[in-house]
């Protein structure tokens, strides 16, 4: 199977260079920027990719990729910082630019050239740099511009290298998707011959040669990610897989029984549900700071993990739902991406736990894995559900946690979901729920004055959580929502609807 590889030089994009490529059919792998040359001909890709990154090419500490790279004769292509680390690396020159450019620009083709292969002259593009390159290499043509760009486009096709000064990823580039088809169809050669059919057999061969005899436990939410693992898990070693569901007590409304209802469904005598709402709520008293209570939660997890384990035979590995995203946005695992927030899955593991990690999803984007799971058989009423944390509730009241609290999110979010569902909204949204904000305010119900709380509505479109914009929701129904929330749940009297979209803030708030 052919493949592309990535050097991550720290973007928020980086992953997003993965699925794109992906999505076109063909692997992608994304690799840490100084990675050996060695290990990158034992992975033997059809091209290589630099990402962009935060850095400046002329820091001091800046990241740099080894210059034998260049020597493999495999094509290189550099986007944004990756393009100016080509101009620094055969001898250009890049300079601080003016005036940042962030945003939309039009594309202007200033020659012909197998990266812009059915590319329309003025085509947008979207930037997002505050270096420029000021000179380019010995050897290198310019093949477009921008306004503010005067390098947009350069080659060297004799050297098997090609630079961009813009983000072909992200989808505000109309033209993104024919220069990634072109670098790696067009230039590359790479055969488009990824797909999940093929996925499931690499990692049921993976799971199977890694596990052994051994006996693996599942930490299932019943969520999409835990769900699809459970089932992929399942087909690579049966019965010797035990899944369990630990209630936290911070779910949503009715959640737990659902989930009980439909796994003992499913997986029988092999799959364990244990409440243990009181011992998180009590660790949880107290914490304002969404890092603590994500750290809390998932040590305590991982510590009742450890305690129910100890039943089961030769049980020596903990799987997990661990997403792309995931990884990408808590820690700096592939290159010097800076650190968002820390996510359950892997943020809040203790250095030392005794069962080893199997995280088969680990490579995936949410759309990726939902289409697994219609191939794995999941049920649409799982596979169809909205993302939901890992901390659950926790994050979702903003600042201490009480039982109060956690009750009153619980009606307000249902009424939201039920109104969605009502009115055939639901699937048209990615991810939907409410929040419990840490203020009052004063209100009348009746003849009386009140002063309760406020909850915010979040709702957002997505493809795989890393961008996102708020969704905008018909005013009837958003009415009827707060209508229903304010006259239904006690202890809210104000409801706000967030139109914040990502970036610049995160789809959780917390």
């Known amino acids: 199977m052919d493949k592309i590889i990535i050097l991550d030089f720290g973007s928020q994009y980086t992953q997003l260079i993965a699925r794109k490529i992906r999505e076109l059919k063909v692997y992608s792998e994304i690799v840490p920027f100084n990675i050996d040359v060695k290990k990158i001909e034992e992975l033997k890709p059809k091209g290589l990719i630099l990402s962009g990154g935060p850095a400046s090419v002329y820091d001091k500490n800046a990241p740099h990729a080894n210059k034998e790279i260049f020597k493999l004769g495999i094509p290189v292509l550099g986007i944004c910082y990756g393009m100016q680390e080509i101009t620094e690396q055969f001898g250009g020159e890049v300079v601080r630019a003016k005036a940042r450019e962030y945003g939309k620009a039009d594309l202007k083709i200033d ?3 197998p990266l812009l292969e059915g590319i329309e002259n003025n085509s947008v593009v979207w930037m997002s740099h505050g270096d420029k390159v000021d000179r380019i290499p010995e050897g290198f043509l310019s093949k477009a511009h921008t306004d503010n760009s005067e390098y947009a486009v350069i080659e060297d096709v004799q050297r098997k290298v090609w630079g961009i000064q813009f ?11 024919q220069v990634l088809d072109n670098f790696i169809s067009r230039i590359c050669g790479a055969s488009k011959d990824w797909n999940m ?8 061969k993976e799971i199977r040669d890694r596990v052994g005899n051994d006996n693996v436990i599942l930490g299932l939410s019943g969520g999409v990610d ?3 693992t459970c089932f992929l898990l399942k087909k690579a070693i049966g019965d010797r897989l035990y899944s369990i569901y630990i209630d936290t007590g911070l779910m949503r409304k009715n959640e737990t029984d659902l989930i009980n209802e439909t796994f003992r469904s499913l997986l029988g005598e092999h799959y364990v549900s244990i409440d243990e709402s009181k011992l998180f709520i009590e660790r949880l008293k107290g914490i304002e700071n969404p890092e603590k209570k994500r750290k809390i939660i998932g040590e305590t997890f991982i510590r009742v993990f450890e305690r129910t384990a100890s039943k089961f035979k030769d049980a020596k590995y903990l799987a997990q739902g661990t997403l792309y995203p995931d990884v990408i946005e808590s820690v700096s695992v ?3 991406s800076k650190t968002i927030k820390s996510h359950h899955n892997v943020g809040g593991l203790p250095e030392k736990m005794n069962l080893q990690l199997v995280e ?6 949410k759309d990726e894995v939902r289409e697994l799971g219609k191939l794995l058989g999941v049920p649409d009423k799982i596979i169809k559900r909205h993302p939901f944390p890992g901390p659950g509730l926790a994050i979702r009241i903003i600042g201490n946690i009480t039982e109060e609290d956690l009750k009153i999110l619980r009606e307000a979010d249902a009424i939201l979901i039920e ?4 009115n055939g909204l639901y699937d048209e949204i990615w991810q939907a729920f ?6 009052k305010s004063v209100g009348v119900m009746g003849d009386n004055r009140t002063y309760e709380r406020v909850a915010a509505i979040r709702a957002v479109v997505s493809v795989d959580g890393m961008t996102a914009n708020f969704y905008h929701l018909p005013y009837e129904v958003m009415e009827k929502i707060s209508d229903r929330i304010i006259n239904e749940v006690d202890g809210i009297n104000r409801v706000v609807y967030d139109v914040s979209s990502k970036p610049p803030a995160t789809i959780e708030w917390e």
């Open 226 to 228: 835990s769900t699809v």
């Open 197 to 204: 059919e093929r996925f499931i057999e690499k990692q049921v």
């Open 434 to 439: 409410a929040v419990l904000l840490p203020v």
């Open 111 to 113: 020659g012909v050239s």
């Open 167 to 177: 983000h072909p990823e992200v989808h505000h580039s109309e033209c993104g998707m």
């Open 419 to 422: 109104e969605l569902e009502k």
């Open 334 to 336: 592939f290159g010097p």
């Open 360 to 365: 088969p999803l680990r490579m995936l984007f």
